[in-house]
């Protein structure tokens, strides 16, 4: 058993390694807005906190200016909603490969529904319901890390580089770098696009 399970693990981890490119990147971009422009204190902690609690690149890129502007909890938590609505549909596609799943697993596995997430799970050749519930469970745990490390690592960067720099030259710094969220969506939608054109023929 021990042998499958490190089966499972490598291949969890090999799928799971263009995602950490793009989740580092994207992760730090959202780390240093956050310090830059969020007007936090203890803001790798503020980092570390909202990486873990939430995955979506959307949401940390436009939860930025809310903090800023010091919105209520409850609009927060209305612009998450609306934000993340889409990955309702997802679940309902998986549910049938996530039944028998302990419920504090399936919670975690929900909470890390990610785009990226759910075209990997739903791609997995695994056959064997066991095997492939072991397989998103890594899968998510590893993307998970990869966003929360690069979001908290932007965030005390920006942290470090304040002893040296002065708040406004950085926040004038990085103008521009929300920008990275739409460049990654429309690589995405390219790429998608190109890969449906290409099966049409």
């Known amino acids: 058993m021990k042998g499958a399970e490190g089966s499972i693990f490598r291949r969890a981890l090999t799928d799971s390694l263009p995602v950490m490119m793009g989740y580092t990147t994207m992760g730090l971009v959202a780390g240093v807005l956050l310090a830059a422009k969020g007007d936090l204190m203890l803001a790798p902690l503020w980092g570390f906190l909202s990486s873990a609690c939430w995955i979506t690149g959307t949401m940390?890129?436009?939860?930025?200016?809310?903090v800023a502007a010091r919105s209520s909890a409850y609009?927060?938590?209305?612009?998450t909603l609306a934000v993340n609505f889409r990955y309702a549909f997802?679940?309902?596609s998986l549910l049938a490969r996530w039944k028998g799943v302990p419920f504090w697993r399936k919670?975690?596995?929900i909470l890390l529904l990610t785009d990226e997430n759910y075209a990997l799970e739903?791609?997995?050749p695994l056959k064997d319901p066991r095997e492939h519930?072991?397989?998103c469970l890594i899968l998510s745990a590893l993307n998970h890390s990869y966003w929360v490390s690069g979001v908290t690592a932007g965030a005390l960067l920006v942290c470090l580089l304040g002893f040296a720099v002065d708040a406004e030259s950085i926040r004038r710094a990085t103008n521009g770098m929300e920008f990275a969220m739409v460049a990654l969506?429309?690589?995405?939608f390219t790429d998608q696009m190109k890969g449906f054109f290409g099966h049409g023929k």
């Open 90 to 92: 997802y679940g309902f």
């Open 133 to 135: 519930q072991r397989y």
């Open 107 to 109: 919670m975690y596995l």
């Open 60 to 66: 940390s890129f436009a939860f930025i200016p809310e």
């Open 75 to 79: 609009a927060i938590a209305l612009m």
């Open 122 to 124: 739903d791609a997995s």
């Open 185 to 188: 969506f429309l690589v995405i």
